[in-house]
């Protein structure tokens, strides 16, 4: 039976769930997630989890954070005037925003605190500095 190795492009079911069993996202009420085992497509920790399965291996794992998003870091937490948000937008508690770069990329951001003073951005992924346990099925090895 085929083992999935480095630059296979291999689909897998998937459960994550934090620590504490809150699922926060699945494959299998959809199609099965496809990725190039190696080659960045996927946190770390998931890659080096389906490496070495075969076709209908289930495995449960539990990633540390610093092999899924990272820690979470206290330097990814800034606050902006309330004057430089575009008019357009009335800023709330949990409204995802993209700050743009002057190389025209974009970083998602989080409002986690608004103030007459201020408005607090958080570009941390939401899972950062979260340890993720999931359940993985490798259903296929693409030829």
Do not use: C, W
Request: net charge negative; proline share 4%.
């Amino acid at each position: 039976m085929a083992t999935a190795k480095t630059g296979d492009t291999v689909r897998v079911h998937y459960t994550g769930s934090l620590t504490d069993g809150t699922v926060f996202d699945s494959s299998r009420e959809r199609e099965p997630l496809s990725f190039q085992v190696g080659a960045g497509q996927v946190i770390s920790g998931f890659n080096d989890a389906v490496e070495g399965m075969e076709v209908g291996d289930k495995v449960d794992v539990t990633i540390e954070s610093k092999d899924a998003y990272g820690d979470y870091r206290e330097d990814f937490v800034i606050n902006v005037n309330p004057s430089d948000i575009p008019d357009e937008i009335d800023p709330e508690v949990g409204m995802d925003l993209q700050l743009h770069q002057q190389d025209g990329g974009a970083i998602p951001v989080k409002i986690t605190a608004v103030s007459d003073d201020a408005v607090t951005l958080d570009a941390n992924h939401p899972l950062a500095g979260k340890d993720l346990k999931f359940e993985i099925e490798l259903v296929g090895i693409e030829e």
